[in-house]
C-alpha cells in the first residue's frame, strides 16, 4: 500500500543509548520531515529534507541527526537518548510544490518510544 | 517565523450539532492553510485544505473559511458523528516553494452521543 511506512512503532530506551528511527515513502515525495508530539505541545518540526542529499533543521533539532540519501528514506538518529527525548515521534512527506501550489501531508503512524 | 493558534483547545458537542474551530497564523505571506484529523493512536490525516485565493471550500460535513484581513481560518463541521471524536490540526505554510508548514497545538473534539 501506498504511504509512509515508520518503524518500530514502539521503543524502550536506557539513557545514553542510540538508535535509528526508520521512515520510508513509496511515493516519489522529494519533502519529508520528523516530527515530534508532546501533550500540550502539538507538533514540533524536527529536521526536513527538500530532497535527497538536502536537510535541514526544524525548531527543536538538538539530539537529532538525519540524512537523505535516497527519495524513499529519511531515517532520524538519537545521538545519546535522554528522557527528555520521551515522546510519539512521526515521519511525513509530500510532493514539492512551489507558490500556492502547497500540498498536503502524508503522515506515518507514528514511533512511540520512552527513554528511561 | 510562523505561528499559529488554535481555540479552544478543547470541543464537546453533542452529536447531530456544529463544531467549529478557529485558528489564527502571524505571518500575512501564508498562503496555504491544511486541517489534520488525529484519531487516538494514529497519525494525523489530511482532511480539508484552502488556499489563499478561495475563501471558502466545502467537502461533504466539512468546510474551511478563510479570512486573510483578519488572518484567521476556521474548520467547521456540520451533523456531527461520534467517528468525529479527534484531535484536529491546523496548520500554515511559511515561505514560498519551502514547503514546511507550521502547526498549531490542536484541538480535542469530542461527540457526545
Known amino acids: 500500500n501506498a504511504g509512509v511506512t515508520q518503524t518500530p512503532k514502539f521503543q524502550v530506551l536506557k539513557t545514553g543509548q542510540s538508535m535509528t528511527l526508520q521512515c520510508a515513502q513509496d511515493?516519489?515525495?522529494?519533502?519529508m520531515s520528523w516530527y515530534r508530539q508532546d501533550p500540550g505541545m502539538g507538533l514540533r518540526l524536527i529536521h526536513y529534507?527538500?530532497?535527497?542529499?538536502?536537510?535541514d533543521q526544524g525548531e527543536v533539532p538538538n539530539g537529532y541527526n538525519v540524512s537523505r540519501s535516497t527519495t524513499e528514506d529519511f531515517p532520524l538518529r538519537l545521538l545519546s537518548a535522554a528522557p527528555s527525548q520521551t515522546s510519539v515521534y512521526f515521519c511525513?512527506?509530500?510532493?514539492?510544490?512551489?507558490?500556492?501550489?502547497?500540498?498536503?501531508?502524508?503522515f506515518g503512524s507514528g514511533t512511540r518510544l520512552t527513554v528511561v | 517565523g510562523e505561528n499559529v493558534e488554535q481555540h479552544p483547545s478543547t470541543l464537546s458537542v453533542q452529536e447531530g450539532d456544529s463544531a467549529v474551530i478557529k485558528c489564527t497564523y502571524s505571518?500575512?505571506?501564508?498562503?496555504?492553510f491544511p486541517w489534520y484529523k488525529q484519531e487516538l493512536g494514529k497519525g494525523p490525516q489530511l482532511i480539508i485544505d484552502?488556499?489563499?485565493?478561495?475563501g471558502e471550500k466545502k467537502d461533504q460535513r466539512i468546510a474551511v473559511t478563510l479570512n486573510k484581513t483578519a488572518k484567521h481560518f476556521s474548520l467547521h463541521i456540520t451533523e456531527t458523528q461520534p467517528e468525529d471524536s479527534a484531535v484536529y490540526f491546523c496548520?500554515?505554510?511559511?515561505?514560498?516553494?519551502?514547503?514546511?508548514?507550521?502547526f498549531g497545538k490542536g484541538n480535542q473534539v469530542v461527540v457526545i452521543p
Open positions: 511515493m516519489n515525495h522529494e519533502y
Open positions: 496548520a500554515a505554510s511559511l515561505i514560498y516553494g519551502n514547503n514546511r508548514l507550521a
Open positions: 484552502i488556499r489563499s485565493n478561495v
Open positions: 505571518d500575512s505571506a501564508s498562503n496555504y
Open positions: 511525513a512527506s509530500t510532493k514539492r510544490g512551489t507558490g500556492v501550489a502547497n500540498y498536503g501531508y502524508t
Open positions: 529534507s527538500v530532497g535527497a542529499g538536502i536537510t
